[in-house]
């Protein structure tokens, strides 16, 4: 199979949907009113074999808007010190992290011949909820995602693993977890773009995207 084979198949494995993995950390559960502080998104590609892989990773600190709550308690799970000279170095307002990130999404869309991004989450609720409030609140008019469609890896993992929670999940399909690195939005997203990968290969591997393949090739035929 051709690389332009591959992405062939990606175009048609979602309906002309390409798969992004996003994850946001917060700085709490309101969308409308807590801050974004830290975005991540893995754009995801398939190979030769129609398998499912990770591309590339973005990720980017971001400055709260201004008025935005902050909970300390979000701190203190995610483990954010919004003081760090580092992190006040490279942060970026919501504005310009959201372009850092649209801009790979949009180029991976092009590239894998798709309409358009569906984004993949843990819950995938809160991020895309968090998500389209920072489009709304910087005026994004190109948002490159589908605004209300995801795909949910909890609700995925519940089915294929029993397991809802990310860490158990992962080490459910055999990805190593570092709960000490868990809660930074590159590593969380990282680790779910390869559960979502792994979820959707054993699926394929079982005979269910294959079948649909046959299924299709027997119909225009």
Not at 165 to 176: E, N, P, Q, S, Y
């Amino acid at each position: 199979m051709s690389d332009g084979q591959a992405r062939d198949l990606m175009a048609q494995r979602f309906r002309g949907f390409l798969p992004v993995v996003v994850d946001l950390e917060t700085g709490g559960f309101n969308a409308q009113s807590d801050a974004l502080l830290e975005i991540a998104a893995v754009t995801l590609t398939m190979d030769e074999q129609g398998n499912l892989i990770p591309d590339t990773t973005h990720a980017f600190h971001v400055k709260p808007f201004d008025g935005a709550n902050i909970e300390q308690a979000a701190l203190d799970f995610t483990g954010i010190d919004l003081d760090s000279p580092l992190r006040q170095q490279v942060a970026l307002n919501e504005h310009d992290a959201l372009g850092e990130i649209f801009k790979p999404v949009r180029k991976a869309i092009k590239a894998n011949q798709c309409t358009r991004a569906i984004l993949v989450g843990h819950n995938a609720a809160f991020d895309q909820g968090f998500l389209n409030a920072a489009i709304e609140r910087n005026g994004i008019k190109r948002n490159p995602f589908h605004p209300f469609s995801c795909f949910d890896t909890a609700t995925l993992g519940g089915l294929i693993y029993g397991q809802t929670v990310l860490a158990r999940a992962c080490r459910a399909a055999g990805i190593k977890f570092d709960n000490d690195s868990a809660h930074s939005a590159r590593y969380d997203t990282e680790r779910t773009a390869e559960l979502f990968c792994a979820m959707v290969n054993r699926y394929k591997d079982l005979g269910g995207w294959e079948l649909a393949q046959k299924e299709q090739s027997m119909d225009e035929d």
